[in-house]
């Protein structure tokens, strides 16, 4: 009895055996994955930091910038960069904080008349490091803070880069290649280095977000539970883009067609354009109503683009795939030309509405380059 007792108990340590080593087993891709992904992650930081110390170097060598006195690094923001922080620096040196946003609101020394400098001007990134730099008491001259500052941003606009093509390769290697290719066309992709204060120095980091968020938005496999948080962060990254850059919405009207097509082409789900076009919508709304309710933004075409677009696509049906070659150019073709028709007629309409001219001077200036009319 004893001996058939034993041979019942070895088959039980046998599977007991069995199954730690499947566990074992199981643990190892996981383990090699979050390694892969971590080491992924440490590299595109890494890169990043370097990134922003790199433009740093370069500005310093170029103008010894951290050696030099006070006023000679203001001289070397040249144009507006000297205009845009000089705003800065009025918030800095004001007696209090909010005392000076509210002089930025009535300001009457940049024109013949009284102003609201948030309204007119993109300024809100000056008012956020003027905040942070009066917060933390921080013992950096000002100016150095600034600089800094917006190189920092630069190492954001890389990581973003890196992200975005390890997404679209499903590898970080993309990623660092991608890296390599930007910082070598770097005179191409930027003119951080030598004009700091620029609008663009700002707002690029920010579209490159974005382009970072839609991409894996967009992705066939994202789970349900990622697609609002996405969207979220979609719409924050549009907001901070739009509000520190006047032709933000130009960026945005490119972006919409994109996605038009790709979703008239039924590469995309329409329910996702939809999605995104809601998020582009709504953060060009709350730009306007944080610059005092601008009209420059009200009348933009990317806010007639986007009802149009989204009635034609409502309009496109199924039956279009059945066609015959010839009947779905002609239904092409009579898309896109309600498609114009539509977002002129909702433009026309809503410029009369708020009487809003404030572009005016940018279509004159693209009339006369095609020899269309005067452009004075």
């Known amino acids: 009895m004893a001996d058939s007792r034993k041979r019942r108990k070895k088959p039980d340590r046998w599977r007991q055996s069995t199954t730690s080593q499947r566990d074992e087993t199981a643990w190892t891709p996981c383990l090699g994955q979050a390694l892969y992904y971590v080491t992924g992650v440490a590299v595109m930081c890494w890169l990043a930091a370097k990134y922003s110390a790199y433009l740093e170097t370069l500005h310093e060598n170029n103008l010894w910038f951290s050696n030099i006195e006070e006023v000679k690094r203001e001289i070397s923001f040249r144009t507006e960069q000297g205009f845009y922080y000089a705003y800065y620096k009025q918030l800095v040196h004001a007696a209090h904080f909010t005392a000076g946003v509210c002089d930025l609101t009535r300001d009457n020394a940049t024109e013949h008349r009284t102003i609201n400098a948030l309204q007119r ?147 995309l789900p329409h329910t996702k354009v939809f999605s995104l076009y809601s998020v582009h919508t709504m953060a060009l709304l709350s730009v306007t109503a944080l610059q005092f309710f601008h009209t420059m933004i009200l009348g933009s075409l990317i806010l007639s683009f986007l009802p149009a677009s989204v009635l034609v696509l409502k309009l496109q049906g199924e039956e279009v795939r059945a066609l015959s070659l010839a009947r779905r150019l002609l239904v092409c073709t009579a898309h896109a030309v309600a498609l114009a028709a539509a977002m002129f007629a909702f433009n026309y309409s809503v410029k009369v509405v708020i009487g809003q001219q404030d572009d005016a001077h940018i279509y004159k200036f693209l009339l006369g380059k095609f020899g269309l009319g005067n452009p004075r």
């Open 121 to 267: 001007f993109n300024i809100y990134q000056e008012v956020a490091l003027a905040a942070v730099y009066r917060l933390f008491g921080l013992q950096v001259a000002p100016i150095l803070f600034y600089v800094r500052s917006v190189f920092a941003l630069q190492g954001l606009a890389l990581s973003c880069v890196f992200a975005t093509s390890w997404l679209l390769s499903g590898t970080w290697y993309a990623g660092a290649l991608s890296v390599v290719f930007h910082v070598i066309n770097r005179p191409d992709t930027t003119r951080v280095d030598f004009a700091i204060p620029l609008r663009e120095s700002f707002a690029l980091p920010f579209l490159f977000l974005q382009m970072a968020l839609v991409t894996h938005y967009l992705r066939s496999g994202i789970p349900r539970w990622q697609q609002r948080p996405t969207l979220l962060l979609v719409f924050l990254a549009s907001l901070l883009f739009a509000l520190q850059w006047q032709f933000a919405q130009f960026v945005f009207l490119l972006q919409a067609a994109a996605l038009f097509l790709l979703a008239y082409a039924q590469l």
